[in-house]
């Protein structure tokens, strides 16, 4: 299994300032004991997770061919916790010349950690990483509170298009 869910080399250009004592990397297979399903639970339900279930969702994940999940986790280098993730998803499509779209999924920062800009970090190598994949479009969903928030890196309303869902 490799040790990371992308090659960490994939941010080498992307430079984004993080502050001190903050690392930004790929998940790797360690962060599953360094609380990152306990971060993901401040966003939704994470459920009852065995650690072998974890790890084989990751390597399910860490093996497709294009790799399609970009987990990319901010970890506080003194007690290695992983205090903040977001995730690229890259699908493939027939459109836009054989072309992929991007979307940005599962962004949370721990609560004890907010204010610093975590968040913004995240958002912005995501968006960088993406043009660098040469996605066609980039795309989330979020809470209407926060959607100033994600205007400042560059997403906006598509007017006419709405989000549709069904839960079971
Ligand atoms: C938010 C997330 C989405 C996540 C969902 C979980 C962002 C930009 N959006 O919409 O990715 O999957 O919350 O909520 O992070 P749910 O459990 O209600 O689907």
């Given amino acids: 299994m490799p040790e990371f869910i992308y090659p960490p080399s994939l941010l080498n250009g992307i430079n984004i300032d993080v502050p001190e004592g903050f690392k930004i990397r790929p998940l790797g297979t360690r962060d599953f004991d360094n609380g990152f399903l306990q971060l993901l639970s401040q966003l939704t339900v994470v459920g009852e997770v065995t650690s072998k279930e974890a790890l084989d969702r990751f390597n399910t994940m860490a093996s497709m ?6 987990i990319t986790v901010i970890e506080d280098i003194e007690t290695q916790k992983i205090v903040g993730s977001a995730t690229l998803v890259i699908e493939l ?10 979307r940005i999924e599962d962004v949370v920062v721990d609560k004890e950690k907010r204010g610093l800009g975590l968040a913004a970090i995240l958002n912005k190598t995501l968006v960088q990483l993406a043009k660098n994949l040469k996605v066609y479009k980039l795309s989330l969903e979020c ?22 869902v069904q839960r079971f």
């Fill in 93 to 102: 499509k027939f459109i836009h010349g054989i072309g992929c779209r991007g």
């Fill in 65 to 70: 061919n294009p790799l399609s999940y970009y």
């Fill in 143 to 164: 809470k209407d509170a926060l959607i100033p928030f994600y205007e400042k890196f560059g997403y906006k309303k598509d007017e006419g298009n709405n989000f549709l």
